[in-house]
């Protein structure tokens, strides 16, 4: 819900004139991506979800707490890099790598019934289309931001 709000708040914010580098769609999920991340990334540390939190790192991993810590400071930079220019597309291809990496918590959460501020983590039926759906707009913005970038240094014709 935090991305697709951010989402039309941002698109109808490029569509005015207002901000023009939300003016495109993925321009805009850009920056949606960024507010949801921001938004995981507090819960980290927050003192009601992070225990929940520390909960779900599958107990094979070790020192729980750091890998909370590590990957909220991860999101926190991602979010950041992207609303950076110039490290918007690699931060998009670190954040779609990130989700990867910590979709097993999340697998390890739904089957363990764990909780996270009070309520039921998210089953896996509806988690793993929803981090696929992340991961292929971190992908796709990756790709247009990039495409962006490097468009006016390309030749006519190119």
Known sequence: MVMAIAWLAFRGLGASGRMTSAATTAGALRYALAVM?????VSHFLPRTRPDMIRMVPPV????ELMV???GVLELAGAVGLLVPATATWAAYCLAALLVAMFPANVYAAGAGLEIGGQAVMALLW???LQVLWIAALLWVGREHRRA???PALPSGA
């Open 61 to 64: 991993m070790p020192v729980p």
């Open 37 to 41: 991340f921001l938004f995981t990334a």
């Open 127 to 129: 988690r793993l289309p």
């Open 69 to 71: 810590t590590a990957t």
């Open 149 to 151: 970038r490097l468009a």
